[in-house]
């Protein structure tokens, strides 16, 4: 691609001030143009620098610095799912939803192109990062459905705690049937459950790109929201675990609210089909 506007007057920054600029100003490129036209040049351009001083920064050139921005978009996305556990789940889930359509809304061709795949700058390294995403909003999910994070691979490292290996609690002879004590690991099926609303949320928002943008993004929260509720319904039906968290998780939602709104506007679809019962 290339640089066009005037270069910002160049400052003096510290190493750090200096490497947090030059990672900003590569994510703010990768998020509107394909990484593979995107140049030193043009970060340097961009960054009011000179291109060996990008350089003496990221020697390993340009995939040493895609794969830095990466890596801070990825922290970025991981915060979007983390919440306070309380209040109703469909809530707290609405406003990672919003956190996490905002980013893709701001960075929407570079989130195109790393998830489409296809890209000269991907590498195992930055699949990697993908997945880590993943893995991430995944444990945060499952944080919110009374579960800690799935234990790492035997040896690794980290200190006791949720999602470490830990200890379980026992369930204690007031815990509901099917439905482990908080803090346990949860079961294959929950997993596959909110791995594969995850993986639904990805593709919409790549068809929503691809399509301008729509639906309006509050349609899309909403609908990717009616999703989760009934992939988690119609695995209640088939675990035991899952239909215990989703009695528990039913206590706290609201009337007016996202499950009490799915279900009536569910009603007049099969009011008239008793044949099915």
């Not at 306070?84 to 893709?104: C, I, K, M, N």
């Not at 930055?126 to 880590?132: G, Q």
């Not at 007016?256 to 009011?271: H, I, K, Q, S």
Request: charged share 25%; proline share 8%.
């Amino acid at each position: 691609m290339s640089s066009s506007g005037t270069a910002p007057a160049y400052r003096r920054l510290t190493v750090d001030q200096r490497r947090s600029q030059l990672i900003s100003t590569a994510l703010g490129l990768f998020a509107h143009n394909p990484p593979e036209d995107v140049s030193l040049d043009d970060v340097a351009a961009r960054a009011g620098v000179s291109r060996p001083l990008v350089y003496r920064y990221f020697p390993g050139g340009k995939q040493q610095l895609y794969e830095a921005a990466l890596r801070s978009a990825a922290d970025e996305l991981e915060q979007c799912f983390a919440e306070e556990q309380t209040g109703p789940l469909t809530s707290r889930l609405t406003r990672a939803l919003d956190r996490y359509l905002a980013f893709v809304d701001e960075h929407d061709a570079g989130f195109m192109a790393l998830l489409q795949g296809g890209s000269v700058v991907q590498t195992s390294r930055t699949h990697a990062i993908v997945d880590e995403v993943r893995r991430a909003a995944a444990d945060q999910i499952l944080f919110h459905l009374g579960f800690r994070a799935e234990d790492p691979a035997p040896g690794g490292a980290g200190a006791a705690g949720p999602g470490t290996g830990a200890p379980e609690p026992d369930a204690g002879p007031d815990a509901e049937p099917g439905v482990p004590a908080p803090g346990r690991p949860a079961g294959p099926r929950l997993r596959m459950t909110v791995s594969t609303w995850i993986t639904v949320v990805e593709a919409a928002s790549l068809i929503w790109l691809d399509e301008g943008k729509q639906p309006p993004v509050d349609e899309l929260r909403d609908w990717l929201l009616d999703h989760f509720v009934a992939l988690l319904m119609a695995s209640a039906t088939r675990d035991a675990e899952t239909a215990g968290i989703v009695r528990r998780a039913l206590d706290l939602e609201e009337r007016d609210g996202p499950v009490g709104e799915l279900a009536r506007r569910m009603l007049p679809v099969v009011t008239d089909k008793a044949h099915l019962l």
